[in-house]
């Protein structure tokens, strides 16, 4: 009886899994080429996938929910996918290069999604981009309620100028990243002071900076450097991404999962300096921790022992390894400074030989990892060529043995069958010349040669 009860459950449970599968499958479009004509009428939010593509499978379900959320909030944003195989044209013209590719489709623009894919992360790019480029802040209460909800924010300050026009251009180009506001100067808290109007600020981190075009260069540069807050937890997917900053990341390698003191102590050194010297190296580094040495290992091509404090250059893969003991704040503060005066000497880089290297690692890297994954599907890719070759070579040697013996054989036979009047005619003829012109054959008479016929 309570097997049989047992399996009604399973059997029940399977059926609401597969409802609400199909449920959340009712608010994502399957798209075909009519939306080629039909899209600027909308705001589509669409996954350009490919059916063989594991990426694309694991992300369905994902982008179910997301359709399903999007209808719920009553968002204007239409939640659509593509088979970007079958209409290989549509997906070309959207600059689909890769699987899965999530964009979004406002009017004549197309905005690319680079954010982890999750559902949360998918829905709050689509809020950002599908709304206004830069959004009023029209009062305090609105200015708080704002700085609650976001981590990272920007705002212009004043009327209109040329720094307001940067600041629209640079929110077109980088609105798929982060929020941007505008403000009267009365909305703004009472701690924030300003030099001059207008202004551009950035809210992070229980503070703010403000944007100086001497120091700081280009507008759009400065917004993109200063889209993460201080300290991060770091993965590879985000690594990537503060690639673009062009800022040094000092990065806490340790276990998460073990709690001894020198891990969390690291971990709380690279917290301090981030968080009290922030005002010192915000324009140069990054600040957080990663789980893990596995990604940073074959990022240097070399085990790093764990754990420990490695400092990388993403935009031209330099790191910097600790030369002393850090047991405080004021020692890992030395050792920045170092990097920056250039005692620390740089390993890495992306030299021609650094690059051959990268081909071997990654190479080596792919190979072990398919023993490991598989070793019958290895032994076959690897071992079925290197047989191959094998025979081919042991072919080819042995031709050219046998070619050789059968030849010295044949020599052998011909002096044997000969007679020795043979040998002699043949070895007259073969007599050595004098001088550069041939000795002339004595021709004999013709009566003789003629009683030899005979």
């Known amino acids: 009886m309570a097997a049989w009860r047992r399996g009604v459950a399973l059997r029940l449970c399977a059926t609401v899994v597969l409802l609400d599968m199909a449920f959340c499958k009712g608010f994502v479009e399957d798209l075909d080429e009519s939306f080629k004509d039909s899209r600027k009428d909308d705001i589509w939010l669409v996954d350009f996938y490919a059916p063989w593509c594991g990426h694309c499978k694991k992300l369905e379900p994902i982008w179910n929910e997301v359709g399903l959320e999007m209808k719920s909030i009553g968002s204007p944003v239409k939640v659509g996918k593509m088979d970007a195989t079958s209409y290989s044209s549509i997906a070309s013209e959207f600059g689909v290069r890769g699987y899965p590719t999530i964009k979004l489709l406002k009017g004549d623009l197309a905005y690319n999604y ?45 009327g209109e100028s040329p720094l307001k026009e940067k600041y629209i251009d640079a929110a077109s180009e980088l609105i798929v990243y982060t929020y941007f506001f505008s403000a009267s100067e009365e909305v703004v808290p009472e701690y924030v002071t300003l030099k001059e109007m207008p202004a551009v600020l950035v809210f992070k981190d229980e503070t703010y900076f403000v ?7 280009d507008l759009s540069s ?57 005002d010192q190296f915000h324009r140069d580094f990054q600040f957080g921790h990663m789980d893990g040495n596995d990604y940073i290992n074959t990022l240097l091509m070399d085990e790093l022992k764990v754990p ?72 076959f890719l690897f071992g079925l060529p290197l047989g191959v070759i094998s025979i081919m070579c042991y072919g080819i040697y042995t031709a050219d043995a046998d070619g050789g013996y059968i030849e010295e054989r044949y020599e052998v036979s011909r002096s044997e069958i000969e007679s020795p009047e043979q040998i002699e005619e043949s070895k007259a003829q073969q007599e050595p010349r004098t001088g550069d012109s041939p000795v002339p054959a004595v021709q004999e008479p013709k009566d003789v040669l003629e009683k030899k016929k005979d």
């Open 222 to 278: 400065w917004i993109s450097r200063e889209r993460f807050q201080n300290y991060l937890t770091v993965d590879g997917f985000l690594l990537y991404e503060l690639g673009d900053t062009g800022k040094l990341v000092a990065i806490a390698v340790i276990d998460e999962k073990n709690t001894s003191t020198e891990h969390t102590r690291l971990k709380s050194i690279i917290q301090e300096v981030a968080r009290d010297y922030r």
């Open 114 to 158: 680079r954010g982890p894919r999750t559902k949360n992360d998918i829905i709050e790019f689509a809020h950002r981009v599908s709304g206004a480029l830069i959004r009023p802040l029209p009062s305090q209460q609105m200015f708080e309620h704002v700085q609650k909800r976001h981590r990272v924010f920007f705002v212009y300050i004043g």
């Open 211 to 217: 944007y100086d075009e001497y120091e700081d260069g």
């Open 308 to 379: 420990t404090v490695v400092v990388l250059n993403t935009s031209n893969q330099q790191y910097f390894l600790l030369d002393r003991q850090i047991t405080n704040a004021e020692d890992m503060v030395q050792f920045i400074n170092n990097i920056l005066d250039g005692t620390v000497e740089a390993q890495g880089g992306d030299s021609i030989l650094q690059r051959l290297k990268r081909i071997v690692f990654d190479a080596k890297s792919t190979i072990v990892s398919i023993f490991k994954s598989s070793p019958l599907m290895g032994c």
